[in-house]
């Protein structure tokens, strides 16, 4: 198995579903007998995870590993561009962080050599244990601007060897310029590397394209290996900031409306997935007073600039519209959101800006200092004074001080997190309403004799359909052929 060669998939842009058909891919082969790994060289995004040894990656990887039933790795995701300001990103290779860099200097510098060297070990020590490797690229293959100091696509997959599958996304128009125009700009070597495409988000009847897939396959030379139904009944973690745009942002009648405050900056809004799939809630994001004023609960996520978004919520008036909503409703704060609702934040070393302090919301008698490490860590916790084992992730730069017996939770000997003793409570732990515990105890507020999914076998069989859904759809036989 580990003498295949990888499988990659690539797109005419972004948000085309690549991570959707890599996951469908990596549990596919994992039912199958197989021991696939993911792989994406460089990734971009504010959603992470933590893997088990206290390092940092593309949570689209993690979700991935999921699907192999692997524990997270570092190896999967080796270089992590997160946003933190206009224009600016910090870079983490290898799962920690190696500072910040503009958007220009990151893609015009010199440092790209020494970041694709990086790419290409972790690649290899990743199929020296695993096969095949299930490897994702990012955006278009075809910017040609940017290709020549390109460490995620094309040249990733001709110095890993892969059979590249080129997806196009027919729901949002244009599928046949977007493939056609993508494989004419690629150069020779690129082409030989290609070895098929795949049109994603078909929706109605498969059998009206016959004649468009030939038409394609005449237009390119390379076999349409599967028409991919939009699949909404399927539902897998997106990583993807472009799907936000397609969450809710109102309150609706009849349900538990839970508001989570739009930030600027937002990261891992993954650690709400768990609520959206719960059928008593109304998840929704929004920055718009009256329909916080509607909600049930209010959730400040994190974020990856605490003090711009802190700012924010203050100059908008967000602050006094949750002041006035304390104690009569819970607020909740995960992360840089749990940082939010204290007396003050410090940035002494200028993590984050200028700034070396910016009041809190004032809500939970906590201070936070910002610090220059990343506390990256999985933990077991128990959240309250409940029983149940519960399972989080901590991603932040910050050192929060609680009085003790406001502690939330209870990590060992370790306290963590703040509780007010009634409705109000903030933790630093992603992934805590990923536990049913949590979520139930929101679900009484309203519905007293509800019970929460289990979402861990939820997960399971979303995954389990997603495989379903590749083998239905896709020739993935050929794929397999072409990799032995």
């Not at 940092?56 to 933190?84: D, F, H, T, W, Y």
Request: hydrophobic share 40%.
């Amino acid at each position: 198995m580990k003498n295949m060669r990888p499988i990659m998939l690539v797109g005419t842009g972004s948000d085309v579903g690549k991570s959707w058909i890599t996951t469908g891919i990596c549990r596919w082969l994992k039912n199958k007998g197989y021991q696939p790994a993911p792989f994406k060289a460089q990734n971009m995004s504010l959603n992470s995870f933590a893997t088990y040894d206290g390092l940092e990656i593309g949570r689209a990887q993690a979700v991935q590993a999921e699907a192999c039933q692997l524990p997270v790795m570092v190896e999967m995701n080796p270089v992590l561009l997160k946003p933190s300001a206009k224009n600016k990103s910090q870079v983490v290779l290898h799962g920690k962080p190696i500072g910040d860099q503009t958007a220009k200097d990151y893609f015009l510098g010199e440092n790209k050599k020494h970041l694709f060297a990086e790419a290409q070990k972790a690649f290899h020590k990743l199929s020296d244990q695993y096969g095949p490797i299930v490897m994702e690229g990012a955006g278009s293959i075809s910017e040609l601007n940017l290709k020549h100091r390109d460490i995620v696509n094309m040249r990733m997959a001709k110095a890993a060897n892969a059979c590249v599958y080129l997806v196009a996304d027919i729901d949002r128009g244009g599928v046949f310029g977007s493939v056609y125009g993508t494989i004419a700009l690629l150069e020779d070597w690129e082409k030989e590397l290609l070895k098929g495409i795949i049109i994603n988000k078909f929706r109605g009847d498969a059998s009206l394209f016959v004649e468009g897939k030939k038409k394609l396959e005449e237009l390119t030379g390379y076999p349409v290996l599967g028409v991919l139904p939009y699949a909404q009944d399927i539902i897998i973690e997106e990583e993807d900031s472009v799907a936000l745009s397609t969450r809710n942002i109102t309150a609706e009648e009849g349900m538990l409306n839970v508001a989570v405050v739009k930030h600027y900056y937002m990261s891992n809004y993954t650690d709400f997935q768990a609520l959206e799939n719960e059928p008593l809630i109304n998840l929704y994001y929004t920055r718009d007073h009256a329909e916080l004023k509607k909600a049930d609960v209010i959730v400040l996520p994190g974020t990856k600039n605490t003090m711009n978004d802190l700012a924010k919520l203050k100059e908008e008036g967000i602050d006094k519209l949750i002041g006035e909503l304390y104690d009569k409703i819970p607020i909740i704060g995960v992360c840089g959101g749990y940082q939010m609702l204290g007396n003050v934040v410090y940035d002494p070393h200028h993590v984050e800006g200028e700034k070396e302090e910016e009041l809190g919301l004032g809500i939970f008698d906590i201070e936070t200092t910002l610090s220059k490490s990343k506390q990256t860590v999985q933990q077991q916790f128990a959240f309250k004074n409940y029983d149940e084992v519960c399972e989080g992730y901590e991603i932040h730069m910050g050192e929060t001080l609680v009085p003790e017996a406001f502690a939330l939770n209870t990590m060992g000997d370790v306290k963590e997190g703040f509780f007010d003793g009634k409705l109000s409570w903030g933790t630093y732990l992603h992934g805590v309403f990923d536990n049913q515990v949590v979520v139930n105890e929101l679900l009484k507020r309203k519905f007293p004799d509800a019970e929460a999914l289990d979402y861990k076998t939820f997960k399971g069989e979303q995954f389990d359909k997603l495989a379903d859904w590749v083998e239905e759809n896709l020739e993935i036989n050929k794929i397999m052929e072409d990799i032995c």
